[in-house]
């Protein structure tokens, strides 16, 4: 064993690189949830995976495929980063129930019912209207239960999530938002529904994408820390932990992407403006996966204890994984 | 120029073959319009298509595509029928805006919104909250007004169906349903609903298919035809035609996937039952496309007038075309 600390990042997109994979274990991340899909359907979702099984080839060194609790013990003992893959859209299945079994296969352990907008199951947090989860949503949600495949509402609309909640038999995860009441951002969370995620057994990631920021790029380290401890306070130390939503080395052409994709002829800025178009910059103080570490420095900080830390920094995510991703009888 | 009745027929899904074209030719049938997907992506559509394509080359002496009104025209002058292609779900355009204006190069002319679950666009008519027209419906819809892709609302719920009318900027169609004030299905329509049809100048297509009717498979023709003229009252002559949704020669497994596609696990059994899972009866006055001379006849005996009734038999479904596959600024 190690006495390295054991850290989980429950949201990344970056443009991958040997560089970003050796800052992730530099910065003892033992697991990062990655996202491989926005808007891609099943077969670009498969494309994008390819690409994924060559990249746990050539960087054997640095990172493996996570698709268990035990996987992410494995990398943090060998010093590696394990790679979760997880989806921002349903757009992966289709309409077809089926692929929810076939993607789980092929290591999904993540998928949001909804992006931004209204999709066949869920409600994202950019339509006007919510109006809940959708008849195909309620059986997609058994299907994901019973095959271990964690609903993420990170980007839903307000009834479709506490519906989500409400509805799936195994707890769920919001992996990457603060509370709306630190920073009222769209895509920030309502204390009612981060009462019912914790209240279910559910995670919620801290994100530190600046638009979800109290003061965006500004933002200081100690109002993030002390964000942490309120929320804590709130939904319980053991149901928080980290989901950064780093977007490393990215052009803004897929910030522009990622909103607009290509159901709109209109250009939708998503939480930027027309002023304002492209990723917003980091916060000084957390820039790469080695930055973890100041963060952790920062809890301290504001008077976190060492277990808490641990539990916050990645044993609490730990704990969700070894209870989600298996099949809903050995959970 | 020739004397027979012109005569549309603006939805069937039957299990096409040269003796159904026969029998549209020997009914006077100038056009149908043919579903060519009910869960169809893209790419299974445009294979829907090729098989529409070997049909037109094999059976040419019967049937011709139907692109536009002259189509449909030329088609009648030579006592053959004009097919023309429409989608009961929006499921061709995937998440793609693009595809709107493919699908109408490659013959489209009508798209629903949705079938009869919550889509990208809208909400069917079977769930249980209706938010409207979504983010993307909205792009949408403004995209088929300029290419020329009628609306469909059909399979739609209500606050769809009356914001799909109230944001296109060209009447929409219903191109198979009955009032609800006759027959109270799920899927016939409010008079809140067809009077606003009405008033933007849409069209709705009545529907012969047993679950539509009052009395169901007994329903007397004499009872439809005063529906009609009933239904003619409220919205105007000149908005109303006929919309058959005929299935001929269909298996009762065609219906079962109709309802059910693959978007869930359970049996879902749409207007009917788990006591009668199939295709109901055919009323006997109704059972191909040589009765609807009888149907017209009927038509008469309640009093319409042989203006009328070419209006209703086909002249104003004919109309419409005229004024809705071309190009916005043509329109």
Redesign the interface.
């Known amino acids: 064993m190690t006495n390295r600390p054991l850290i989980i990042d429950c949201l990344q997109y970056s443009d991958w690189s040997e560089k970003i994979f050796r800052q992730m274990n530099e910065g003892n991340i033992a697991a990062v949830h990655v996202t491989i899909c926005y808007?891609e359907?099943f077969r670009e979702t498969v494309g994008n995976i390819v690409a994924w099984n060559h990249r746990f080839e050539k960087y054997q060194d640095l990172i493996l495929p996570g698709r268990s609790a035990n996987d992410v013990r494995r990398a943090h003992a060998e010093g590696k980063t394990a790679i979760l893959f997880g989806f921002q859209n349903c757009?992966p299945i289709?309409?077809?129930?089926?692929l929810v079994e076939v993607c789980h296969q092929l290591g999904a352990r993540f998928m949001q019912l909804s992006y931004n907008?209204?999709?066949?199951l869920a409600?994202g947090c950019?339509?006007?209207?919510?109006?809940?989860i959708?008849?195909?949503g309620r059986?997609v949600i058994?299907?994901m239960n019973r095959v271990g495949l964690v609903i993420d509402m990170s980007h839903s609309a307000e009834r479709s999530t506490l519906e989500a909640i409400e509805i799936s038999e195994r707890p769920i995860a919001i992996t990457h938002a603060n509370p709306a009441s630190w920073h009222p951002a769209l895509r920030n969370k309502s204390d009612t529904v981060l009462k019912a995620l914790a209240e279910s057994g559910g995670m919620l990631g801290f994100s530190l994408y600046p638009h979800h920021l109290s003061n965006g790029s500004q933002c200081t380290l100690d109002d993030f820390c002390i964000m942490i401890a309120r929320t804590a306070e709130m939904m319980g130390i053991d149901q928080v932990g980290f989901g950064s939503d780093l977007c490393q080395d990215q052009p803004d052409t897929v910030v522009a992407w990622m909103r607009n994709?290509?159901?709109?002829?209109?250009t939708d800025f998503g939480e930027g403006s027309a002023n304002a178009p492209g990723f917003p910059d980091q916060p000084t103080w957390f820039g790469d996966n080695r930055d973890f570490k100041d963060i952790l420095a920062g809890m301290r900080k504001v008077g976190f204890s060492d277990t808490d830390i641990a539990k916050i920094g990645g044993d609490n995510w730990l704990n969700f994984f070894e209870r989600s991703f298996g099949r809903e009888e050995a959970a």
Chains 1, 2 share one sequence.
């Open positions: 808007h359907d757009s289709e309409d077809n129930i089926g907008n209204q999709s066949l409600t950019y339509e006007d209207n919510d109006p809940g959708t008849r195909m059986q058994r299907e994709g290509t159901w709109t002829l209109d």
